[in-house]
């Protein structure tokens, strides 16, 4: 049952006429896929949080505004949109020169469950949604001009006519389409080239033995045995910590240099975030008799073998739902 049904039903013609009780019922039942789209646009959970607040407050002070010549789905995506694109000009500075992107937080997948499920029986619908959630996805977005980065992600990832766009914008449809063929070029530079051959997703068996053997060659600080899962052209990253490292030797060395091999006593807990596989760690405390959060790898696999590594710090954890401590046994 659509928003603008619920309107019918509470007897009023227009927003105008709608209590904030009324309005906050009709505004929450878009909040997650309103979130996600403003992850998409700003790459920050927290900064999508913030967004989320700002359009229902901006909503609710506009709601005579609402015509009914779009849905009010539609018409929340208009304000989230232009608030994205308000904060992205206020305070976003581009990405770092060696690529990677700072501000970049990981989006918990228990909360992609919740999202509607509109296409989510069509394969391509199922494909684009998982694609356009994944990190890699995420960073090149986050390389693009705020608005061509609009254009790109309302036409390619929610489906809107370049006309309705145009109007959200204030822009021209030739205008529209213009940004939408720079911001696709700029995607297939920051995009890694092998896209369309990532692996990956619980029905793969060969990721799942992948991602065990990354965890267990991780918990027995295995340097060795962790070079053989990465590719030669592995990228290694922990935002917000400055520095982008590539190639396998690269990787390793800098693992050798911040003292990975003189680690003890940690666990491994294997989860999932923006649709990839993850590996949570654990190092043992013993002043607190139990081992406690230390990073979360989240990792990109091509063709057998690792070919990314986004590593987040620990206070992501409560966020993904990861327990906040292990026991002596290693049980949760």
């Known amino acids: 049952m659509s928003a603008d049904t619920r309107l019918e039903e509470l007897g009023v013609s227009g927003l105008g006429e709608v209590d904030e009780s009324a309005f906050s019922g009709l505004a929450q039942r878009h909040r ?5 789209h403003c992850y998409r646009m700003l790459g920050s959970f927290e900064d999508a949080e913030d967004t989320v607040q700002e359009t229902f407050l901006r909503a609710w002070r506009r709601r005579e505004t609402f015509e009914g010549r779009s849905t009010f789905r539609a018409w929340l995506y208009r304000i989230a949109t232009n608030a994205c694109l308000d904060l992205l ?3 976003r500075p581009a990405p770092a020169t060696g690529g990677e992107v700072r501000w970049l937080q990981p989006y918990p997948d228990r909360l992609l469950d919740e999202l509607p499920a ?6 391509e619908t199922v494909a684009v949604a998982r694609e356009t959630i994944e990190l890699a996805y995420l960073v090149a977005v986050q390389h693009l001009a705020p608005r061509p980065r609009a254009v790109l992600i309302l036409r390619d990832v929610l ?6 766009v145009a109007e959200l914008l204030g822009d021209s449809v030739n205008s529209v389409n213009s ?3 720079r911001a696709r070029a700029g995607m297939r530079e920051h995009l890694p080239a092998e896209r369309q051959d990532w692996t990956g997703g619980e029905e793969d068996a060969g990721t799942r033995e992948l991602v065990r053997r990354y965890a267990d060659a991780s918990v027995a600080t295995d340097v060795n045995g962790l070079a053989a ?3 030669d052209d592995v990228r290694c990253s922990m935002p917000p910590t400055p520095g982008l490292y590539v190639g396998r030797d690269t990787v390793v060395n800098s693992w050798i240099e911040d003292g990975f091999e003189n680690l003890e006593n940690l666990r491994a ?3 999932a975030v923006n649709r990839q596989p993850a590996v949570a760690f654990y190092l043992w405390r013993k002043q607190e008799g139990a081992y406690l ?5 989240v990792l990109r696999v091509t063709g057998g073998a690792i070919t990314e590594i986004i590593t987040f710090h620990d206070d992501q954890f409560p966020r993904l739902g990861l327990p906040q401590r292990l026991p002596a046994d290693g049980t949760e």
Do not use: S, Y
């Open 229 to 231: 899962l990465l590719r």
């Open 32 to 36: 997650r896929e309103l979130h996600v």
């Open 159 to 164: 489906g809107w006519p370049a006309k309705d």
């Open 89 to 91: 000009a206020k305070c």
């Open 179 to 181: 940004a939408l063929q």
């Open 118 to 123: 509109g296409g989510a029986d069509e394969p």
């Open 293 to 297: 959060p230390l990073t979360i790898d």
């Open 269 to 271: 807990v294997q989860t």
